[in-house]
């Protein structure tokens, strides 16, 4: 499975942003999802959602402000990205795999497949 990522920019406090991811390869019944690594960070879960979109997965930071989706017939996942901070501001990457996050306080995912990042750079 390959992905690619897109859509990251710069944008102020309060603003909004969508990323694309479009997977290609063995792309049947995949979950698909995003982590985000800020400088300094460790790599922080942000969202994923099951192959048939009934699954939803989101990191606490980002609740309730990005919501994930997909569109199967183009394999592509979509995170759209409102009411950004600049605590938002990471590299973000697309990631694949053919299980979901578990929940145990957080959510657990280790995916196999990796996109490269898009920068988001969220302005005060």
């Known amino acids: 499975v390959q992905l690619q990522a897109s859509g990251g920019g710069l944008v102020q406090a309060g603003g909004s942003l969508r990323l694309s991811c479009t997977a290609s390869?063995?792309?049947?019944?995949?979950?698909q999802g995003w982590f985000r690594q800020a400088p300094g960070k460790e790599r922080e879960f942000v969202a994923a959602?099951?192959?048939?979109?009934?699954?939803?997965f989101y990191g606490d930071p980002v609740k309730g402000r990005f919501t994930i989706s997909r569109d199967n017939a183009k394999n592509t996942v979509y995170l759209q990205m409102n009411s950004l901070k600049p605590e938002d501001t990471a590299i973000y990457y697309c990631?694949?795999?053919?299980?979901?996050?578990?929940?145990?306080?957080?959510?657990?995912?280790?995916?196999?497949?990796w996109g490269q990042g898009t920068l988001v750079t969220v302005s005060s």
């Open positions: 990631a694949a795999d053919y299980d979901v996050p578990i929940y145990s306080g957080t959510y657990y995912w280790g995916p196999t497949y």
């Open positions: 390869g063995r792309t049947l019944s995949i979950t």
């Open positions: 959602i099951s192959w048939n979109s009934g699954r939803l």
